[in-house]
């Protein structure tokens, strides 16, 4: 997983504050995927996106939560007025391949856990 | 029915014995199967991926799959002290854009 580049690795916000995780994708991976990981509980996906354009966002909260990724720099997820239950890891992960074909395969960066006080 | 399920576990086996690890998925159409090593704390990390019924070894690891039971699994021989962490299955849908959907995870400790 060398290569995807997430910050801040830890993030404290208050309960009404905005956190903003960024992510850096692999060198030549235009593809990026972001997950989230409750406490106890396996990776949920929230959305896929390629340079510009939100491909798949069926995982998203309906409210609060946004995410892009600009043509420059790095890939955002976005929580606005956070609450306690918003305190996860969120991992992102890149491929170089459009979707996951046979033979792509994706790559996850170290995570960001957020905490919500 | 969740879409992919694994047993939570704890699965505890002492060192040098073989780890089986099962799977199993809802989505008939499901095409590609992975699984990943999480240690507490740490990002989930490639292990093996499966796209063909039968049998893919890769050194200690063997990933089998059976698409008409809708089922895989992963061995791990001669296991180590350091294989203990959560092994993560996960698959994609037939017709989605490529996004994998994951199981919750199997903690696994092997005993020295």
């Known amino acids: 997983n060398a290569g995807v580049m997430q910050n801040p690795r830890h993030l404290v916000r208050r309960r009404g504050q905005e956190a903003r995780l960024r992510c850096s994708p692999m060198?030549?991976?235009?593809?990026v995927y972001w997950y989230r990981q409750l406490p106890e509980e396996g990776l949920k996906f929230m959305v896929y996106?390629?340079?510009?354009?939100?491909?798949?966002e069926s995982g998203m909260p309906k409210e609060r939560f946004s995410a892009e990724f600009p043509k420059e720099g790095p890939s955002i997820l976005r929580i606005q007025q956070v609450v306690r239950g918003d305190s996860a890891a969120y991992f992102c992960?890149?491929?170089?391949?459009?979707?996951?074909?046979?033979?792509?395969?994706?790559?996850f960066g170290e995570g960001s856990w957020l905490t919500v006080v | 029915q969740k879409e992919v399920e694994q047993n939570s576990g704890p699965l505890s086996v002492p060192e040098g014995a073989i780890a089986s690890l099962n799977c199993t998925y809802s989505?008939?159409?499901?095409?590609?199967f992975f699984w990943y090593r999480q240690y507490s704390g740490k990002s989930p990390e490639l292990i093996m991926f499966?796209?063909?019924?039968g049998d893919k070894e890769d050194g200690r690891f063997t990933a089998q799959l059976n698409k008409a039971s809708q089922y895989v699994s992963l061995l791990i021989r001669d296991s180590q002290p350091s294989d203990s962490a959560t092994y993560l299955c996960?698959?994609?849908?037939?017709?989605?854009?490529?996004?994998?959907?994951f199981g919750k995870g199997t903690k696994l400790s092997v005993k020295p």
């Open positions: 992960a890149s491929s170089p391949l459009p979707g996951l074909r046979t033979g792509n395969t994706i790559y």
């Open positions: 060198k030549g991976h235009s593809h």
């Open positions: 996106l390629q340079k510009e354009n939100i491909i798949d």
């Open positions: 989505d008939r159409g499901s095409q590609s």
């Open positions: 499966i796209y063909s019924n």
């Open positions: 996960a698959v994609i849908r037939g017709g989605s854009q490529g996004n994998l959907i």
